[in-house]
């Protein structure tokens, strides 16, 4: 063999790949070429062909491998897991690349001293206290350029985008209280909005059944998308409801984001409790006479029938007013307590969508008091009935004890309506994963392998190339990100290597932190994140900003 020189090599070949390019096209197999971080060269049927082969400084058989673009999972809540974990498995080893974080209206940007305290407090059970943490931002702009920074100046894990948290922005100008804002609360809102925009963030999450985003009325809501329109972004709301008053919650969105001309991405867009059994093609048939009509609309997806939020997060909006110090001091009033329970366990909790709380449904998944680890793995029916009491005594003391804190796994969702929803041409994957507690959601650290192994190659429900559309282009189309999402020159080497016929999420309900399988090779803009298997200790990831219009 002639000599090549140096400067004919590119920096990794990989060879006879089967080539799964992220949009639906059928496979097609290739040696696929990476320079810079980015793919130079796709030679398909390279070997049968003849042709010259591109080489390189490293040559990769992928001999029965699928390449395919790197995963986006588009509702994760790593806001600071990304800071605390440099090796961050939970999302690398799934073969997600880009996380998309913010999300639910509550984060940690844009705030200031008490705002960052309050939603620290607030939000404990997602993302821990955070006292190992250096909250040494206060802008989104600056919470970007900690994230670029990552450990040590090298970057974090994977990439993540940011979505501005309204619900954050409402305690910034407004407070905890439940009322409308006075116009120069709004107009401070707008700005907030559009400052975070402008620093790169791709758009604005609520939280519309948490405190104090529930607490915005449309037309609030339809002021500050319109300055999200302005900027290109777009919308991503927990709606009002998931169970009693789903469907309604859906059009309300769907009406809000057109008045406001604003792309609408509904988040982990399930049909959860009894009343919602078998109802998901109503919801389809919805969204699709909407984008018939014109309207920009995704949604996203985890591919479980359980759900999973805070314990807190149940009671009625009127019990959360004021934050979490006025949440406590109402559960510690007897009279106060029992006003809860009934709108808890009779009324339906607009905390609880609407329906009045199964207990038996609600698993103790962590606490974030060590002494309480007990009540973990455990259903609240399940602790009462031991004990011999009541289970909103339980619950309330439960929640007094841990500070509001505790994570809780829902068993409120319905097969029929995942798979449904997941077919959907807007479609597309979020893990939802909360990363906190001692029995988490297995969706935190199998979604993207689960879908891939349970629904693409056991049930059939969708096709690999489809399935990996959900988890690519489209989410990347949503995110405005033009070179990424598709396997094709030019674009940025985020990709990832699995095996179709043995990748399986290995996280279960039982072991929840356990890695996938048949996932051997993750890049991250060229460079192993996960090779033969394995974390590197490559920090790739960067915060990617939102595309100026």
Known sequence: MDPVEPADLTDLVIRDADVVDGTGAPSYRADVAVRGGRIVSIVKEAAAAGCQRPRAR????????????????????????????????AKAAQGVTL???????????????????????????????????????????????????????????????????????????????????????????????????????????????????????????????????????????????????????????VELTRAAGCPLHLAHATMNFGPNKGRAPELLALLDDALAAGADITLDTYPYTPGCTTLVALLPGWASEGGPERILERLADDDTAERIRHHLEVTGSDGCHGVPVEWETIEISGVTDPALAGHVGRTVAETAAARGE????????????????????????????????????????????????????????????????????????????????????????????????????????????????????GSTFAEPRALPTGIPYVLIDGRFVIEDGRRTDVLAGRAVRRTPV
């Open 58 to 89: 490293r040559e990769l058989d992928a001999e029965g491998l699928v390449l395919s673009p790197g995963f986006v999972d588009m509702h994760a809540h790593s806001d600071l897991a990304l800071l605390r974990d440099p090796d961050h498995s």
């Open 99 to 253: 996380e998309v974080i913010g999300q639910d209206g509550l984060s940690y940007a844009p705030v200031d001293d008490r705002t960052l305290a309050e939603v620290r407090r607030a939000i404990s059970g997602w993302n821990g206290r955070g006292d190992d943490i250096d909250f040494d931002w206060r802008s989104v702009g600056e919470y970007l350029d900690r994230l670029d920074r990552g450990f040590g100046g090298e970057g974090i894990a994977v990439n993540a985008a940011y979505l501005i948290p309204q619900g954050t922005v409402r305690a910034l100008a407004v407070g905890w209280e439940d009322r409308p804002a006075a116009p120069d609360e709004l107009e401070r809102m707008r700005r907030l909005v559009a400052e975070g925009l402008e620093q790169g963030a791709v758009g604005l999450s609520s939280g519309l059944t948490y405190t104090p985003g529930m607490y915005a009325e449309d037309a609030e809501l339809t002021e500050l998308c319109r300055v999200v329109a302005r900027h290109g972004g777009y919308y991503c709301p927990h709606h009002r409801s998931y169970g009693a008053g789903a469907l309604e919650a859906y059009a309300e969105m």
């Open 390 to 505: 009541s289970r909103w005594a339980v619950a309330r003391r439960l929640l007094l004890a841990d500070r509001l804190g505790t994570t809780i796994l829902q068993h409120v969702g319905h097969e029929e309506n995942v798979r449904a929803i997941m077919r959907h041409r807007v479609h597309t994957g979020g893990s939802d994963g909360i990363l906190q507690g001692t029995k988490p959601h297995p969706r935190a650290y199998g979604t993207f392998p689960h879908y891939l192994g349970h629904y693409v190659r056991e049930l059939g429900v969708l096709s690999l190339e489809e399935c990996v559309a959900h988890l690519t282009s489209r989410p990347a189309a949503r995110l405005r990100l033009p070179d990424r999402g598709v396997v094709r020159e030019g674009h940025r080497a985020d990709l990832v290597l699995f095996d179709p016929a043995t990748v399986a999420a």
